[in-house]
Each structure stands twice: as structure tokens, then as C-alpha cells.
């Protein structure tokens, strides 16, 4: 069982950043992928980033490429998502999920995660 928590979400005006935590409980962590995800108001709930259980593999959505970088520290229990050039349409609830999944980690995008946090509110003003 992973329980996991995000921080670090708030309000920023567009060209701002942030950097969002996800904090893991559980001995085995460092055995899962972690995604973040995010849903605005409105709409369907989209991919966003994923790096496998040891760093090595990370894939990103092509609308943040370039300017969000997701990382973990296995030893914290945390991953993190740091948030540059934010945008309006960026805003949203970001949640982190984990995945005990193996496999090539851009199938984190489409997969259903085994734990997810409650969610992380980011507002981007313009």
C-alpha cells in the first residue's frame, strides 16, 4: 500500500513557477513509477509527466515539454514537478499516482495507476 500526498500547488501569474511535491509513505516506494496528472475545471483529467522507479526513464507530455522537469529522491519518498514559463492554461488540480508498472514508462500516459494523491490546486493568472 502506497498512501501518497502532494504540495506546493497555489497561485502564480503566467511566466511564473512552481515546484510540486508528491510525498510517498510506504517501504516500497522506490519500486513505482510515479505519474503526475492534472484535470481543469471542466475537463478530462490528462497526462502530464512519469519517471520510472529509479530515475532513468522520464517521459513528458508535449505540452510541457521544455518547461516542466519532473525528478525524484527515493531516499525523501518524494517526487517532484518543477514548473517553469507557467500558463494560463496550465491551471488545474495536479495529482501524482503510482504504478508498480515495468514497463516502457510513456505507457504510464494511458495506464490506470495503482495509488493516487488527493491533489494539488495550481492557478496560473494572466
Known amino acids: 500500500q502506497v498512501q501518497l500526498v502532494e504540495s506546493g500547488g497555489g497561485l502564480v501569474q503566467a511566466g511564473g513557477s512552481l515546484r510540486l511535491s508528491c510525498v510517498a509513505s510506504g517501504r516500497t516506494f522506490s519500486s513505482y513509477a510515479i505519474g503526475w496528472f492534472r484535470q481543469a475545471p471542466g475537463k478530462e483529467r490528462e497526462f502530464v509527466a512519469a519517471?520510472?522507479?529509479?530515475?532513468?526513464?522520464?517521459y513528458y507530455a508535449g505540452s510541457v515539454k521544455g518547461r516542466f522537469t519532473i525528478s525524484r529522491n527515493n531516499a525523501k519518498n518524494t517526487v517532484y514537478l518543477q514548473m517553469n514559463s507557467l500558463k494560463p492554461e496550465d491551471t488545474a488540480v495536479y495529482y501524482c499516482?503510482?504504478?508498480?508498472?515495468?514497463?516502457?514508462?510513456?505507457?504510464?500516459?494511458?495506464?490506470?495507476?495503482?495509488?493516487w494523491g488527493k491533489g494539488t490546486l495550481v492557478t496560473v493568472s494572466s
Open positions: 499516482a503510482a504504478d508498480s508498472f515495468l514497463g516502457p514508462i510513456a505507457a504510464i500516459s494511458t495506464r490506470g495507476m495503482d495509488y
Open positions: 519517471i520510472s522507479w529509479g530515475g532513468g526513464s522520464i
